[in-house]
């Protein structure tokens, strides 16, 4: 036994050692964000004003919405490439339910419902039909724009209700109303994952599929549960989008969000094989995405080298990730 | 033993986290000699093996070939020596075709960097032929059966010109004419002067092939001759032991009604399986690897679907296709090979241990922190788990320790029925004792109890019944005073089976 004790000691010995290094890889996204925050107000005194600030909160709000939803299905060890394709169908859909019943609300159900329902799609692709959520998702993301162009006819619609763009363009105290809802969003996925047995789940499923099924875990529900879900947060981040301008583009809108939205869970420190990652690293990888777009417009770099930057911070921060 | 060996491994010891796993053994193998390595699971076989194969690298202790010391320091350099090493687990590429496997990182090229197929072929074409082995070396491997992959295992090991070919188990996937067909071959490579090393728990293949033999028991050699002047008898009796202090878990207490009724369950991988288990019952399973226990507990735990026959828990028929509705129905498996299929290594100790049994921490449908500690704190010290901090990842632990958190997460489920598939595996001696000590008690309490294990006295050890599987049928049951290790191994191995079932 007294063997045993040795081993015991010297683990404990070992942590207090690799503290620093643990204390780097849990909160490495927090730090980064601090650095680039600091960074950006000495480089430009204009990045601190407050309107400033609004703004980059107000710009990162759709993505960072669709994030948390991505956030979850990479933890579930999956991932979804339709989101920017499903926004879009979901908008052209909602427009016109909008148009044909004159109500807001029967608009901002019918996106939350296409988005849950293509969500809800992917979900079953996944867990019954056992195709990986790559292929699934890819699938998806070609048949929901298509559907969207024949819809609109390859152009955009607009709302015809006066009220509805009050959902976006409006504002509470200082904030915008899709940055109150991005928080809200977050605060849920946040709950749902971490005060819940649903995010028990998913953590679980995401690090060991068997031994999650061999736990008596529904796994098949629990993705299915996970697509529904982010399916659901990308109808919430259609409606934004689509009372924002009063139009959608059956062609443009939501393209390449599904790519930014995966940065920002990445930059926040989730694994890509699931398991292991945290809400609020996306939070903070979001708001980096955020800040990095802001400075490069601040600064004058030109737009068609602002993708590199992006793609050089998205490579750097799995680098460091790395190092475990 | 002659004076003059080909292979010579000397005094070699070898530890593992602290636990001596080789304590001094010594090999000798003879040039053209078939030599058995022999001893239970857990004897040091493999490890030593594997010290040879330049896989592990030994404490002490030297290997000689040909009188000449050489070093093993990575397989590679084990190959360059002329030795291959057969595993139980082929290492073929199934989507290859049969040349490519053979030459498989050793290619024949020209000049240009062009591959010779014609040329791999015709060499292919040759070994396999001298083997008496009709394939095309142009087919799919996939497409082969699994005694020709075995053959074009040792067709490589000729080609590498092997001095000396280990084969660890070969015959466990291959029928009754397969394995003639290896021992005719095995034959007549001893006469062109190979050695071989086989590692078989099937006695009887032994004793008609081999030359010499080398036992090993918990790490050490405990005998070693020549094949001609023993008989299987005594050989088994050397591999058991006699002074192994293993003393039974007494344990008498009155068995309550039937839990578990099994009836004439039958997939591919087992089949006709009849049984009964009782409240406070604790029975056995035991067998040699691939007789298809493992396969049988998972289909009535849901987790394997394809299979027949009715399972009736407390008197109830039940379908169950999913481990939840195990659950459901009061069953719960502590399954083998812990870390594939028990823990999740990025969740903490407490929340692996919570994790079958959410419902009981859960208050208007949000986990409660607290409650988990405090169940932890319980189980801590019920089950003696050493673990300062329960919120690190439990692959931190232990492996005594880990198994330990996985019998408290079902222990938390509360099941009336609990499965253990090989719960000792990996665990060193003082937790081994503790977790039979566990499962123990926990039949006192009333709860019915199957164990599954590949190690003969574990399960004559604690169990009040014993069956012992081979190839997916059971094959003999005993009570546990009936039983003794010698007439467990020859129904494991299927040299004996009972004609009429019982029960």
């Given at each position: 036994m007294a063997n045993v004790d040795v081993k015991e000691y010297?683990?404990?010995?070992?942590?207090?050692?690799?503290?620093?290094?643990?204390?780097w890889s849990e909160y490495s996204v927090i730090i980064a964000f601090i650095i680039l925050f600091i960074g950006s107000s000495i480089l430009n005194p204009r990045f601190l004003d407050m309107n400033n600030q609004l703004n980059i909160l107000m710009q990162v709000s759709i993505i960072g919405i669709i994030a948390m939803g991505m956030t979850v299905v990479m933890l579930s060890g999956g991932i979804d490439l339709s989101v920017g394709s499903v926004l879009a169908l979901a908008g052209v859909i909602s427009v016109l339910a909008l148009n044909a019943s004159g109500s807001i609300l029967v608009g901002v159900f019918t996106a939350l419902?296409?988005?849950?329902?293509a969500g809800f799609l992917n979900g079953l692709m996944v867990a019954k039909g056992r195709i990986a959520s790559f292929i699934a998702t890819l699938g998806m993301m070609a048949g929901a724009r298509s559907i969207a162009l024949y819809i609109a006819n390859g152009g955009s619609v607009s709302g015809e209700v006066s009220g509805f763009t009050m959902i976006a363009n409006s504002d509470l105290w200082i904030f915008d109303v899709p940055v109150l809802i991005f928080f809200a969003m977050t605060a849920l996925v946040f709950v749902l994952m971490h005060k819940t047995r649903f995010g028990r789940y998913v953590y679980a499923l995401g690090s060991n599929e068997k031994a999650a099924l061999l736990s008596a875990i529904r796994v098949d529900r629990m993705k299915i549960g996970v697509y529904t879900l982010i399916g659901t947060l990308v109808g919430v981040a259609a409606v934004i989008e689509t009372s924002r301008l009063n139009s959608i583009s059956s062609s443009s809108s939501g393209s390449q969000y599904e790519l930014d939205a995966i940065?920002?869970?990445?930059?926040?420190?989730?694994?890509m094989t699931g398991g292991r990652g945290k809400?609020?690293?996306?939070?903070?990888?979001?708001?980096?995405?955020g800040i990095l777009n802001n400075m490069m417009n601040l600064t004058n770099v030109s737009p068609h080298l602002q993708g590199f930057v992006k793609g050089l911070i998205i490579i750097i921060a799995v680098v460091f990730q790395k190092r475990e | 033993m002659t004076s003059n060996p080909f292979i010579t491994m000397q005094e070699i010891k070898k530890s593992f986290n602290g636990v001596p796993v080789l304590k001094g053994v010594t090999l000798q193998v003879e040039q053209g000699e078939i030599h058995a390595l022999l001893g239970e699971n857990g004897a040091g076989k493999s490890t030593l093996m594997n010290i040879l194969g330049g896989v592990h690298q030994p404490d002490s202790g030297a290997i000689y070939i040909n009188g000449e010391e050489v070093k093993m320091l990575n397989p590679r350099v084990s190959q360059e020596h002329g030795i291959s090493f057969i595993h139980q687990e082929l290492n073929m590429v199934s989507d290859l075709r049969v040349y490519e496997n053979m030459f498989l990182g050793s290619e024949l090229r020209n000049k240009f960097g062009f591959l010779k197929v014609e040329e791999m072929c015709r060499q292919?074409?040759?070994?396999?032929?001298?083997?008496?082995?009709?394939?095309?070396?142009k087919e799919y491997v996939r497409n082969l059966a699994t005694s020709y992959k075995q053959l074009i295992e040792i067709s490589k090991a000729l080609l590498h010109k092997s001095r000396l070919i280990i084969m660890d188990e070969p015959t466990t996937s291959l029928a009754e004419h397969e394995v003639n067909r290896l021992f005719g071959l095995m034959k007549n490579l001893k006469n062109s002067g190979v050695s071989i090393i086989y590692i078989s728990h099937k006695l009887k293949e032994i004793k008609e092939v081999c030359d010499g033999y080398t036992v090993l028991r918990d790490g050490e050699l405990v005998r070693t001759g020549s094949m001609e002047h023993e008989d299987i008898e005594t050989i088994t009796k050397t591999m058991v032991g006699k002074a192994i202090s293993q003393e039974r878990f007494l344990h008498e207490h009155p068995f309550g009604p039937v839990v578990l009724d099994v009836n004439g369950l039958t997939s591919n991988a087992f089949k006709d399986i009849n049984f009964a288990v009782r409240k406070g019952e604790i029975v056995g399973f035991t067998g040699l690897a691939g007789d298809g226990r493992t396969e049988l507990f998972e289909s009535l735990f849901g987790y394997r679907k394809k299979y027949t026959g009715e399972v009736k828990i407390n008197g109830q028929v039940v379908k169950i296709d999913h481990p939840r509705k195990a659950l459901k129905a009061g069953m719960g498996l502590v399954p083998r090979d812990r870390k594939e299929n028990a823990i999740i290594k990025d969740l903490s100790v407490l929340h692996n241990m919570s994790l079958s049994s959410?419902?009981?921490?859960?208050?208007g449908g949000f986990i409660q922190d607290k409650e988990e500690r405090t169940k932890f704190q319980f189980y801590k010290e019920a089950l003696n788990i050493k673990v300062h901090n329960p919120r690190i990842a439990i692959d931190k632990l232990s492996g005594g320790n880990q198994q330990k958190v996985i019998i408290a997460k079902w222990l938390e489920a509360e099941t009336e029925l609990l499965i253990f598939d090989n719960p000792t595996q990996g665990i060193d001696v003082g937790a081994k004792q503790e977790i039979y000590q566990q499962i123990v008690e926990l039949a006192k309490l009333g709860k019915a109890v199957i164990i599954l294990s590949s190690e003969a006295p574990e399960v004559m050890r604690i169990c009040h019944n014993i069956n012992v599987m081979f190839h997916g049928e059971i094959t003999a049951r005993f009570?546990?005073?009936e039983a003794n290790e010698e007439e467990i191994m020859n129904y494991a191995t299927g040299s004996k089976r009972e004609v009429a079932q019982i029960g």
């Open positions: 010297q683990r404990e010995t070992h942590t207090t050692k690799s503290r620093l290094s643990w204390l419902l296409v988005g849950s329902f940065a920002a869970v990445i930059i926040g420190g989730t694994r809400i609020i690293g996306t939070l903070f990888g979001v708001l980096i995405l | 292919t074409h040759e070994i396999l032929s001298k083997l008496g082995v009709d394939i095309d070396p959410m419902g009981n921490f859960e208050k009570t546990a005073d």
